[in-house]
């Protein structure tokens, strides 16, 4: 079966540390991956995505996130974390189906928690 | 340019009623989808359409159902609620659903049904 995980449900880092938020993925082809954030009581906002090409992939705010085939993961990583980088963020993985064309599977989500 | 959004913002529903949540776009994208969101869950599909006039199925459709009268408009009907449809509601849209297009969410709707 096609999926994504994020083996941690929360993440907690000090203010101007590095930080990594894991992503699995299970897809049979190649991977097309995806990193939103969510902000409480807010939508999900689009940061990167990988589709080929360089496996360092750079985003929004900051973040970056590594592409590794071999480990089938995606993780997402910030050389110096904020507090305002405080939020929920999701992996997703595009898959297709024959005449449904491509959809998303998203992750459960991993709660990032930046202390001052 | 607004994006998605979405009404209402907040909803509180007593078993057994119905409602309609609108997402409109005002990007000219060509598939809208519709999500719910669960602690622990992460978010799953509920249906989606792939252009004007036609709809779809995802991974959690019953009790649900939607229309795409308009292109810009997508609206999702809940006929008779149940407590397990409590959820956030999230609308997106996407240009295609080619491998690389990104998919832009509303800010979603808080239901709450008792």
């Known amino acids: 079966a096609q999926s994504v995980a994020q083996p941690e449900d929360q993440v907690n880092v000090a203010e101007g540390n590095p930080l990594t938020v894991k992503c699995t993925y299970s897809?049979?082809?190649?991977?097309?991956l995806f990193w939103y954030v969510q902000y409480p009581n807010r939508g999900l906002q689009f940061l990167l995505k990988?589709?080929?090409?360089?496996?360092l992939v750079k985003g929004s705010y900051g973040f970056e996130a590594e592409f590794n085939k071999s480990q089938t993961s995606f993780h997402l990583k910030k050389p110096s974390a904020l507090v305002s980088d405080s939020a929920l963020y999701f992996c997703?993985?595009?898959?297709?189906?024959?005449?449904?064309?491509?959809?998303?599977?998203f992750g459960q989500g991993t709660e990032l928690s930046v202390k001052p | 340019n607004a994006g998605v959004t979405q009404t209402p913002k907040f909803r509180v529903l007593k078993t057994g009623q119905s409602m309609t949540l609108l997402c409109a776009q005002d990007?000219?994208?060509?598939?809208m989808y519709w999500y719910r969101q669960d602690p622990g869950m992460g978010l799953r599909l509920i249906h989606y359409?792939?252009?004007?006039?036609?709809?779809a199925k995802g991974e959690v459709p019953d009790g649900y159902n939607v229309s795409r009268l308009k292109k810009q408009n997508f609206l999702l009907g809940l006929e008779s609620a149940a407590p397990s449809q409590t959820s956030v509601y999230f609308c997106?849209?996407?240009?295609?659903?080619?491998?690389?297009?990104?998919?832009?969410f509303g800010p979603g709707t808080r239901l709450t049904v008792l």
């Open positions: 990988y589709i080929t090409g360089d496996n």
């Open positions: 990007m000219n994208h060509e598939y």
């Open positions: 997106a849209s996407s240009l295609t659903s080619g491998r690389g297009d990104t998919q832009y």
């Open positions: 997703a993985v595009r898959v297709f189906y024959y005449n449904q064309g491509g959809k998303l599977i």
């Open positions: 897809v049979s082809g190649n991977p097309y």
């Open positions: 359409s792939v252009g004007e006039g036609t709809t």
